[in-house]
């Protein structure tokens, strides 16, 4: 044992806390450690002082330093930015699920912040393979190949900005990647890019204050490592789905000090009225399957914190895709996962959560739960509680889709709606019925758990597969690059490339593109539930056929911003796109019509408090035959404006696509004071004169295209009134409906 000056620890609260007076005596200041190790001999806090030279604490395993297997102690004199890190002894019997290895340097489970990048090697392993392949344990010290945890003190001047905290109803999510944001970006400084203060730049505020979105929501900044293949290969892991420690931002997205500069980021977009969510990954870590290095967890309690083979306890259970998962519904597994979120609300202001491969947060006993422990620790948590939390409902074990099946006030990707729109406007036949669910907010998915629209999470491109671009450019995935022989990423795309595969220079096929591309936006954009865009996709960014970018920490990967020079015919159709998002964005959140967060009710649901009808082209009323006829690929949504609303106008919606140009019949109304068109996604010129229809009985509606009409009515309109009487009302809108 060291002859440092060791005390008993004040409390229980694990990690490194830093007193400047120590409650047990004020005349010292310090910091506490504390490690809960259930399965452990002996543990050695170990620090380093600048030249990595290190220092071996024994903590004592008598009370009052052990209890409940937490190993804790009060260590005097040391401060802030100290550098530290843990040696577990115990049984190393990998058979039985025990990887106790002191020689493996390790991660506090708790740390806030990390010193170091994880550089491979063989002694990160704690074992080695014998004459006949049989595992022995490794000796080799790893402590010269690991990042060290760094003690921190929370110190920062909010300058009392309030959180922006919009209704989720109304939240325009934008999904981006701090790095791949910000590498190209002309208007961050190059020694910012890539980083937190980066994404804080005048430039990139205005940019996203002009687009008009209400909340980003980061891919992972807490402290990921990168997986052995690609650092074999000379990739790394770019989008940070590989946790290394939950609890600390991750240092290479810093100049400097990643704490502060993370901190000075979300104020920054909270300023300016935009709220942070972060991508947090709760199901597997980077120490992989049980093959994979130790770190952290693996060498504190193997069998507490991940799943393993009943039978075979030497073996990872493998629901995240990634080689191991984490075991939630353990309570020490628990207390961090929840200790970890609310650290990031309470220090860094964060406005909510995105949980990746959210099911095994749920399980209890092997089974999803929608009641389980995790679900209720939520639910209940004053702190937890009131953010926005969002999950990816599905993961790799046998029960693992979970769409529809998280609790309130849960909200979730919905692939469902992904699939039928990017099905419906390639041209798949036979989704009328679908189309018409995913429009108006997935009732089928949501409504029978008591949930609300804002539940649906809508998106059409994400991180994970084609930007949009792409999805309108290419009918196979090109993932050469990433060294798995083009078999990695999803084979089902439900994409359509307009005839040629990839770039192209043929001017019919890039019109088509561009108005399949504005077409898919607006659909997304006039769907009930939460509109979620990913980053790039409002200028056409492309990975150039690649839909699992994960190790492209390049230009592939990257934003590509030349469009702001607005001089190609490339760039300017670009800059077209961009300003018909910004147009569609401002479109949403001045129709309050479109954010209504409640399923509306057709005819036949309420024949006296409907709020949306659906229509055949020759203006009637869909009757049965027409939803399921294989040929149809038209809709007609009559949208009525809200009366509790000032607003009294009703939405005509028109979509066609199919490849041939469509007439649809308007309806009749007598109190009709103006019907002009709002949106016609066959127009390349978003802000082009667009025509007025007051008084036409009919429209053409392009192949691949929405046209958006707005019915503005007298005061006296029936529409306008308390809805009573029901079939009156109908008889004056469809004078030929029987």
Known sequence: MSSVNIHPAASYELGARFYSQYPLNKSLSGVQFALSAPGAHNVELCLFDDDNREVKITIPNQYPYLRNDVWRLFVPGIKPGQHYGYRVHGEWNPQAGQRHNPAKLLIDPYAQQLNGELQWNDSLFDYTLGENEEWQINDLDSAGYMPKSVVVEHEFDWENVPPPAHPMARSIIYELNVRGFTMQHPGVPEELRGTYLGLCQPAVIDYLKKLGVTTVELLPVTSFGSEHRLDNQGLDNYWGYNPLALMAPEASMAVEDPVNELKTMVKCLHQAGIEVILDVVFNHTTEGGNDGPCLSLRGIDNQGYYLLHDRNPEVSINHSGCGNTLKVENPLVMKLVTDTLRMWVQEYHIDGFRFDLAPGLGRKNWHYDSNSPFFQTIYQDPVLSSVKLIAEPWDLAQDGYQLGNFPRPWSEWNDRYRDCVRSFWRGDQGLLGQMAERLCGSSDIYRWKGRAPSASINYVCSHDGFTLHDLVSYSHKHNE??????????????????????????????????????????????????????????????????????????????????????????????????????????????????????????????????????????????????????????????????????????????????????????????????????????????????????????????????????????????????????????????????
């Not at 479109?594 to 399923?599: H, P, W």
């Not at 949208?639 to 009703?650: A, K, R, T, W, Y």
């Open 481 to 738: 690059a990433n060294g798995e022989h083009n078999r990695d990423g999803d084979e089902h795309n439900f994409s359509w490339n307009c005839g040629s595969e990839g770039e192209t220079n043929d001017a019919r096929i890039i019109a088509l593109r561009e108005r399949y591309k504005r077409s898919l936006l607006a659909t997304l954009f006039l769907s009930n539930g939460v509109v979620m865009i990913q980053a790039g996709d409002e200028f056409g960014n492309t990975q150039g056929g690649n839909n699992n970018a994960y190790c492209q920490n390049n230009p592939t990967g990257w934003l590509d911003w030349s469009w702001l020079n607005n001089k190609t015919a490339e760039q300017q159709r670009n800059y077209q796109l961009m300003r018909f998002v910004r147009l569609l964005i401002r479109s949403r959140k001045d129709n309050g019509v479109l954010t209504r967060d409640r399923f509306l009710c057709g005819i036949e649901e309420d024949p006296e408090n409907y709020e949306v009808l659906w229509r055949s082209m020759d203006g009637r009323l869909m009757r049965s035959g027409d939803w399921q006829n294989p040929r149809n690929q038209s809709l007609f949504l009559h949208l009525l404006g809200d009366q509790s609303e000032p607003c009294e106008c009703n939405f005509l919606v028109l979509f066609n696509s199919g490849v041939r140009e469509q007439v649809f019949k308007l309806p009749g109304v007598d109190s009709l004071k103006k019907r002009e068109c709002l949106l016609d996604t066959s127009q390349s010129q978003v802000f082009s004169e667009l025509p007025d229809f007051t008084g036409h009985e009919k429209v053409k509606v392009l192949p691949h295209s929405v046209m958006i009409l707005k019915d503005e009515c007298l005061q006296d309109c029936p529409v306008m009134e308390k809805k009573e009487g029901g079939q009156a009302i109908v008889s004056q809108l469809l004078p030929d409906y029987h």
